[in-house]
């Protein structure tokens, strides 16, 4: 039987891939695991289906049972350049889909290969906005194991946002189980550990055909994945960011505080601006008074004097970051006095360190901030302490690198 060997009448070929399930078993050459060769598995109602995917290689002995295979599997990498990663995307395997009507339940989901979509053009989502995306992050720790970060967050904070976009939405269980069954179908892309990580887009859209203006009769809930590395190309090197004067991000009484499609559209403008002036992105401040810091385009933002730490207040207008609160726990753990406050555009410019948070961007120092015209520098030597402490605390724990004692990560495998 040549190099191969033969397994329940199948051939096992050097450098193929066995994709095994209960009920379903096939062998696919090496080189189909690039996403453009990958087949469409019929995944419906079976989400265990590509559960085991191991990699036979020469090394396996003739007669190895499928057991031993498994204990001793090797799980292929996508194959792509880790090294390479930025966060653009880099399109996946599959994505997950659940539609739901007037009723408002979605009905359990589906994987489909990763793909366009089609939308009435007349749909809620296309006419009049009514959008909501999450985001959060899957970690592959040295064991292989991968780790999620307090999904069950986004699951909430997708169900707020949802009620003030008149939109019914999934369940905190059904959304934390779409997440892990999208990743795990996914799990070849997610990043060997120190490279990065697997970025889970969730999105929830009124995708039924409106044309008054009114809420959509049909909403879908789709998921998508892309192996990421560093949101601002400065890595943890510090970025630079502008006071924006002119354009607001958010209103009191709007939608600042949700994480609705429409807010990312109205800060291109600022931001573009911003970006070709050479900086990494834009400061906002509140819209009455033109005076104190609500968040970044796409992060919170923190201000370190001395051993205290502020933030601006969660007030409606700012969004409730799920990394500004645990890391607001973290600081005070490490025995920071944390403060959620009005913070003066006068303290930022005074402060000692400033760093900005968010799922995409971690920990972010600040090393320089315009204000009308103005620039302020922090600190001589790059990264402050406190963010480079608080960088540390928190991706130690987000990868699996330190005890877990909030019970904060969930763990695939
Ligand atoms: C406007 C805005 N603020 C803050 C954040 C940070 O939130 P999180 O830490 O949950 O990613 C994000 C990112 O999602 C954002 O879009």
Redesign the pocket.
Known sequence: MGSGFALSGLQLQPNHLLFSSRNFTTLLPASFTNSRHLPLLKLQNQPSLISSCVQVNSTVSQGTALSDICSTETYELADINWDDLGFGLVPTDYMYVTKCSKNGKFSKGDLQRFGNIELSPSSGVLNYGQGL????KAYRKQDGSILLFRPE??AL?MRTGAERMCMPAPTVEQFVEAVKMTVLANKRWVPPPGKGSLYIRPLLMGSGAVLGLAPAPEYTFLIYVSPVGNYFKEGLAPINLVVENEFH?ATPGGT?GI?TIG??AS?LKAQSAAKAKGYSDVLYLDSVHKKYLE??????VFVVKGTTISTPAIKGT?????????IIDVACNLGFQVEERLVSVDELLDADEVF??????VVSPVGSITYLGERVSYGKTGVGAVSQQLFSSLTSLQMGLAEDKLGWTVELS
């Open positions: 995306f999450e985001g959060l967050e986004n904070r991000r600042g994480k807010n990312y800060v968040e970044v385009s796409s992060c919170n700012i969004l409730p970051g799920i990394t500004r609160k645990s900005c948070t968010g799922t995409a961007v």
